[in-house]
């Protein structure tokens, strides 16, 4: 049985949720909290990123960890999902954030979509983007998680023998 590690961070609670929501699917899992914990994915046989995305950029926290173990996840299986509202920015979002061999080598890697709730853990500049950002995203689409990402995440994960 395949030993995964599910690697989150964030600071508002979404993600952490998402990635709980995910484990549920899986058998052998260890969740780790990147902002809270060290983790070293080179004990694992397979590993899930999972960050969100604040003004077009991955936690800092999660990019930390792709850049020190960007050789051990190119691998192992590796997969990634983020939480974000614009979806449109989703595709320069990733190839701006992950090195580009890993994009290459990732089972899947998909947005779960987002809710911007806990803005008092940003400071006024980024609650005000986040606010205006959220007023125009709110015209495009609902401002939610998207209830089927999970799923067609772990469909890919099956078509890969991951479960």
């Known amino acids: ?22 484990a549920i699917h899986l058998n052998n899992v260890t969740l780790v909290d990147l902002n809270a ?19 077009h950029r991955f936690e800092r926290s999660v990019k930390s960890f792709l850049k020190t173990y960007q050789n051990v996840l190119e691998n192992k299986p590796f997969a990634c999902f983020v939480t974000m509202v614009e979806y449109e920015t989703f595709d320069k979002v990733i190839s701006k954030e992950m090195p580009e061999t890993l994009r290459r080598h990732a089972v899947v890697i998909e947005n779960f979509g987002g809710e ?48």
């Open 116 to 163: 911007v709730n806990h803005l008092n853990v940003f400071g006024w500049y980024d609650q005000l983007i986040a606010k205006s950002m959220v007023q125009i995203e709110r015209k495009k689409h609902p401002i939610e998680l998207l209830a089927d990402a999970p799923r067609k995440f772990t469909d890919q994960l099956k078509k890969a023998n991951w479960i």
């Open 1 to 22: 049985m395949m030993k995964t590690l599910i690697a989150y961070a964030g600071r508002t609670g979404v993600t952490a949720r998402c990635a709980r929501a995910l």
């Open 37 to 55: 914990e060290a983790v070293d994915p080179a004990d694992f046989d397979g590993v899930i990123i999972a960050s969100p995305v604040y003004s």
